[in-house]
């Protein structure tokens, strides 16, 4: 059964930059898109930013420009950098595939976007 270990949230404050990661227990990347998902505090998760198996990528609007997604298939990580971080990113990041079924959710890590 394939684990997700997602690391490096923090509190960061507004105009800051984080660097999220996800390690896989499997070869899986070379089999599914994988995606971030975001789940704010009282909203359901959403997902706001995914890969390809490919590595072609694509965000949602509220993130376009700020985040990237990218990924080390050799090394079964997937990577979020954040940069101009807004209060509204404030949440917990997952990382899983993307369409199709999904693996069993991870921890997550917390980002809290505060002054």
């Known amino acids: 059964q394939v684990q997700l270990v997602e690391s490096g949230g923090g509190l960061v404050q507004p105009g800051g930059s984080l660097r999220l990661s996800c390690v896989a227990s499997?070869?899986?990347?070379?089999?599914?898109?994988m995606g971030w998902y975001r789940q704010a505090p009282e909203l359901e998760r959403q997902l706001v930013a995914w890969?390809?198996?490919?590595?072609?990528?694509d965000y949602v609007n509220s993130v376009k420009g700020r985040f990237t997604i990218s990924k080390d298939d050799a090394r079964n990580t997937v990577y979020l950098q954040m940069n101009s971080l807004k209060p509204e990113d404030t949440g917990v990041y997952y990382c899983?595939?993307?369409?199709?079924?999904?693996?069993?959710w991870g921890q997550g890590t917390r980002v809290t976007v505060s002054s």
């Open positions: 890969i390809t198996r490919s590595g072609s990528s």
């Open positions: 899983n595939a993307v369409g199709g079924e999904k693996f069993s």
């Open positions: 499997g070869s899986i990347f070379s089999r599914n898109a």
